[in-house]
């Protein structure tokens, strides 16, 4: 069974670096082919993709957030973190881990997602 | 960077009809395209993937078609646990999805 599920802070002040974890079971990324999303939803508004990596290190980032964010595995224990930097209000969302697989990045499990408000 | 525009916004259907819904790409994406079905407060759930493939456990009503750049999800024959907001997402590159069409009862 397949699961992943997001943690981190729920209030981040502007300016301040977010840091998320996904922590998945039922694949690996010691398995060739497996990886990991992450994609946020502001309230109400629609879904915005913001970067993956796979198995082999292979990392992509949206463009316009390129800047902002990290991505980075520990295969060990079955985590990815995200780390986004300079945090502003706009970044309130619910943001989602998803599984990707075999280079083709759409999510095929999802994690139930975590809610981040950025205020002061 | 590739947009996706997808149509229509909103929705009014019933119990029963055939519906569809377009998302158009700005360039080719070769037909790497994915379909969610979303709930308030819920993660989406995958329904297409590569355009057209059912993913497993998906009931067969709905379906999904390419043309070029601009790409369908139909659904057959609405059921009433399919009023909900439907994502296109191309995966050609990084990812891009639409804006999302809201399905209401009418």
């Known amino acids: 069974q397949i699961t992943l599920k997001e943690s981190g802070p729920t209030l981040v002040k502007p300016t301040q670096t977010l840091t998320l974890t996904c922590t998945f079971s039922?694949?690996?990324?010691?398995?060739?082919?497996?990886?990991v999303a992450w994609i946020r939803q502001p309230p109400g508004k629609a879904l915005e993709w913001l970067a993956h990596?796979?198995?082999?290190?292979?990392?992509r980032y949206s463009p316009s957030l390129k800047s902002r964010l990290a991505i980075t595995k520990d295969t060990s224990r079955n985590q990815v973190v995200l780390t986004m930097t300079n945090m502003n209000p706009v970044d309130t969302a619910t943001y989602f881990c998803a599984r990707i697989r075999d280079s083709y990045a759409y999510g095929s499990y999802w994690g139930q997602g975590i809610l981040v408000a950025v205020s002061s | 960077d590739i947009q996706m525009t997808q149509s229509p916004s909103t929705l009014s259907a019933s119990v029963g009809d055939r519906l569809t819904i377009t998302c158009r790409a700005s360039q080719s994406i070769n037909n790497w395209l994915a379909w969610f079905q979303q709930k308030p407060g819920k993660a989406p759930k995958l329904l297409i993937y590569?355009?057209?493939t059912l993913e497993s456990g998906v009931p067969s009503r709905f379906s999904g078609s390419a043309s070029g750049t601009e790409f369908t999800l139909t659904i057959s024959s609405l059921q009433p646990d399919d009023f909900a907001t439907y994502y296109c997402?191309?995966?050609?590159?990084?990812?891009?999805f639409g804006q999302g069409t809201k399905l209401e009862i009418k």
């Open positions: 990596m796979f198995w082999n290190d292979d990392k």
């Open positions: 997402q191309q995966y050609s590159t990084i990812g891009t």
């Open positions: 590569k355009a057209s």
């Open positions: 039922g694949f690996s990324f010691s398995t060739i082919g497996e990886g």
